[in-house]
Antibody, heavy 127, light 108 residues
Framework: QVQLQQSGPGLVKPSQTLSLTCAIS??????????WNWIRQSPSRGLEWLGR?????????DYAVSVKSRITINSDTSKNQFSLQLNSVTPEDTAVYYC?????????????????WGQGTLVTVSS | EIVLTQSPGTLSLSPGERATLSCRAS???????LAWYQQKPGQAPRLLIY???SRATDIPDRFSGSGSGTDFTLTISRLEPEDFAVYYC?????????FGQGTKLEIK
């Protein structure tokens, strides 16, 4: 059973960098049949997919256009985790941030639906 | 970008009744690459349906999904008290992977 455990600060100052980590148990970040995603949720924007990282003989990243100039998603195979960095944050980046696995079960890639999700981290951007 | 529009915004029903939730896409969702999630207050969304009609692991059979192209439906055949929550659809046909704005299912 795959489980995701998020960590990171809940308060970030404007113009600084938001950093969150998602630790994986029950699967490998370098699985050839999974993708590792970040999603956020706010009252004004609803659920918004931010991006993903995945391994298919080499590492790939895929980002939403809305944050593409500010986002980096990295993987750490030694710790079996992946991370989100969002630069130059503003109060509009205040949201609950989730990590989530995509790919389905059964050892082959099935599609980019999200299951399971991390527990969520409320990140507030404020001075 | 595929925009998903859910209706109604709020649905007021009683336990035991049937719920029908709609999700309409701004363009065709290829291969029925559509999922449904349930979210309760303070919790992460939970996957219910993928591939438009396949139930996720441990999801009761009172939940069913249908549809193709641009029109999709989530049906809950007989509402249980624990089913009152917010429901979201999500397309994974093309990046960016987008969500609908949600339907709140409340107790009448």
């Amino acid at each position: 059973q795959v489980q995701l455990q998020q960590s990171g600060p809940g308060l970030v100052k404007p113009s600084q960098t938001l950093s969150l980590t998602c630790a994986i148990s029950g699967d490998s970040v370098s699985s050839n049949s999974a993708a590792w995603n970040w999603i956020r949720q706010s009252p004004s924007r609803g659920l918004e997919w931010l991006g993903r990282t995945y391994y298919r003989s080499k590492w790939y990243n895929d980002y939403a256009v809305s944050v593409k100039s500010r986002i980096t998603i990295n993987s750490d195979t030694s710790k079996n985790q992946f991370s989100l960095q969002l630069n130059s944050v503003t109060p509009e980046d205040t949201a609950v941030y989730y990590c989530a696995r995509a790919g389905g079960v059964g050892g082959t890639w099935k599609g980019n639906w999200f299951d399971p999700w991390g527990q969520g981290t409320l990140v507030t951007v404020s001075s | 970008e595929i925009v998903l529009t859910q209706s109604p915004g709020t649905l007021s029903l009683s336990p035991g009744e049937r719920a029908t939730l709609s999700c309409r896409a701004s363009q065709s969702v290829s291969s029925s690459y559509l999922a449904w999630y349930q979210q309760k207050p303070g919790q992460a969304p939970r996957l219910l349906i993928y591939g438009a009609s396949s139930r996720a692991t441990d999801i009761p059979d009172r939940f069913s999904g249908s549809g193709s192209g641009t029109d999709f439906t989530l049906t809950i055949s007989r509402l249980e008290p624990e089913d009152f929550a917010v429901y979201y659809c999500q397309q994974y046909s093309s990046s960016p992977y987008t969500f609908g704005q949600g339907t709140k299912l409340e107790i009448k």
